[in-house]
């Protein structure tokens, strides 16, 4: 898929938000004060989920990363607390190493 077509796609196509958490990753209610940065967060679908189910709780940070400027703007607006960020997810020299608890990441095509 070209550049253009990605970005239309990115523009007109939203994820559904639901509450479904796959369940390997109820692990986070058992973590406090932790970090967590989803690479390839899209709309903030997972996030979400996560977040309605109580899962993030007690987590100091959440960081959302993705090439999408559209998405990442979707993601401020439903869920405001999350620190957005545009970046390609195989180049993230923005990053600090090891300054994240948890990393998650689904559905991203490399």
């Excluded at 957005?84 to 180049?91: C, P």
């Excluded at 994240?100 to 991203?108: G, L, N, P, R």
Aim: charged share 20%.
């Amino acid at each position: 898929m070209n550049e253009t077509a990605f970005q239309e796609h990115s523009r007109v196509s939203v994820y559904f938000y639901n509450l479904f958490v796959p369940e390997m990753l109820n692990f986070l209610k058992t973590l406090k004060n932790f970090s967590l940065i989803d690479l390839g967060c899209g709309d903030g679908a997972l996030i979400y989920s996560l977040y309605q189910n109580g899962l993030l709780k007690n987590a100091k940070e959440v960081v959302g990363v993705d090439i999408i400027k559209v998405r990442i703007t979707r993601l401020k607006t439903f869920l405001p607390f999350v620190k957005a960020r545009i970046a390609d997810v195989q180049d993230l020299k923005q990053i600090k190493n090891n300054s994240f608890d948890v990393a998650i990441s689904s559905q991203v095509c490399f």
